[in-house]
């Protein structure tokens, strides 16, 4: 009941209105990271305005962004150039003994790789304050059509505009000229964009309404991303926590909106290129509350990776708290059914799948590991045929193929 009235309390205040993190009682460590916390849960600080974050080169070669110095590590995400170059975003805290999302102190991180995994570097930092209370958290890199590499971070900023990106104009260099840092949109973008067949790109976010409402947002920018506009929202009830939305475009047209909630995987659809949506579903597929990943193959298949079985219920289960055996299913029908399932990583606190597919085939995937005790952050490879097979042979070859992208609280 109290957790209610807090929450109801807060949504009632102006959405971006300032609270101070004294305000609010210190939450307890949660070191596995099963429960799902809002980042930008309104107990943080604000400023008074939006100062652009500040960029650090080659963050591993300072005494504030050493790899050594943190505390907490997760959320991560991957992108390949077009000529074959990974990209892995994620941030990092430095407060002893605070779990990710609540960590004050938390930064934006973003490594490459030119080896396909083997070795990675760390190359750009993203802080919006040094040592103070602010946090930059939630990063994605992506690769636009025209081989544009874009890093999306979020930013506690008010004016709705959560959202921020820097962008260098070439993703296949080790060290490229980073843009300066702009506010892009409302809402907070964890996952990948979609680049619909009209050519509009579409960006899935999810920001807080007051009356307990949430908001899924369709921002399209039909000009490589100079300019993006609201074209349509799905409202649901807070109570639900709906966030870190994903979309795809099936095959007839209609756009498949698929949302992370309290009770599943949700859905909504849109026939009209997301001006207007469905009311909410949950749960379409069952699933424990955290980040999926659903994304279109070359094939024209779907991958889509969650934890447990397709039709494994989490919720009735009792395990709703337990964040285990990410496993990737293929669907040939634009979702209506799914294969068999391979199980890319069986342990408990594997979260926040991410996944993006090669030129030539191959899928290149990550996740984290337990956030605030061994700070790992993964990739592995595999192929489409490897989920459609979900044999020991397939399993075997993505457990040999696993890399360490970071582990944070090691030295360089």
């Known amino acids: ?34 429960a799902g916390i809002d980042p930008d849960d309104g107990t943080g600080p604000r400023p008074d305005k939006e100062t652009p974050p500040k960029l650090i080169p080659n963050p591993g070669s300072t005494a504030d962004y050493n790899r050594a110095k943190r505390t907490c590590t997760g959320v991560p995400s991957i992108a390949v ?8 975003a994620w941030f990092s805290g430095t407060t002893p003994g605070e779990i990710i999302e609540r960590c004050p102190n938390a930064y934006v991180v973003v490594s490459t790789s030119g080896d396909g995994g083997k070795t990675w570097k760390e190359v750009l930092a993203i802080d919006p304050d040094g040592p103070g209370p602010l946090k930059a958290y939630d990063p994605h890199p992506w690769i636009d059509p025209d081989g544009k590499l874009w890093v999306f971070f979020t930013l506690p900023y008010p004016l709705h505009k959560h959202a921020w990106a820097v962008t260098a104009e070439d993703g296949d260099q080790e060290s490229p000229a980073w ?64 966030s870190e939305p994903m979309a ?46 659903i994304g279109r193959l070359k094939s024209g298949n779907l991958l889509l990776v969650k934890h447990l079985g397709i039709d494994e219920d989490p919720l009735s289960a009792g395990k709703a708290k337990q964040r285990r055996e990410l496993t990737a299913f293929i669907s040939k029908d634009d ?40 700070q790992e952050l993964w990739m592995t490879t595999f192929r489409e045929e490897d989920v459609l097979a979900a044999n020991a042979e397939a399993s075997a070859r993505v457990k040999s193929n696993r890399r360490l992208i970071s582990k944070g609280g090691t030295p360089e």
Not at 4 to 25: E, N
Not at 187 to 210: C, E, I, Q, S
Not at 256 to 275: H, N, P, Q
């Open 335 to 374: 979702g209506k059914t799914w294969s068999g399932g391979l199980v890319l990583d069986e342990r408990v606190g594997c979260s926040y799948p991410d996944a993006q597919q090669a030129a030539d085939g191959t899928i290149y995937f990550c996740w984290d590991f337990m956030r605030s005790r061994e």
């Open 81 to 88: 150039s077009r000529g074959g170059r990974l990209w892995a």
């Open 179 to 242: 843009s300066q840092p702009r506010p892009v949109f409302e809402g907070v973008l964890l996952n990948k964009p979609t680049v619909l067949a009209n050519g509009d790109w579409l960006f899935p976010t999810y920001a807080r309404r007051p009356e307990n409402m949430g908001a899924i947002l369709s921002h399209v920018s039909r000009d490589k991303g100079r300019t993006f506009t609201v074209k349509g929202q799905i409202l649901a009830s807070w109570d639900l926590f709906p």
């Open 248 to 293: 795809v475009e099936r095959k007839d047209g209609t756009l498949w909106m698929l949302v992370r909630t309290a009770k599943g995987i949700g859905e909504s659809l849109s026939t009209d290129g997301g001006a207007t949506w469905s009311p909410l579903k949950t749960p379409a597929i069952p699933h424990t509350p955290s980040r999926f990943f």
């Open 1 to 34: 009941m109290k957790r209610t009235i807090k929450l109801l309390t807060f949504l009632l205040l102006p959405p971006l209105a300032a609270l101070h993190a004294a305000d609010a009682p210190k939450p307890k460590p949660n070191p596995n990271q099963f």
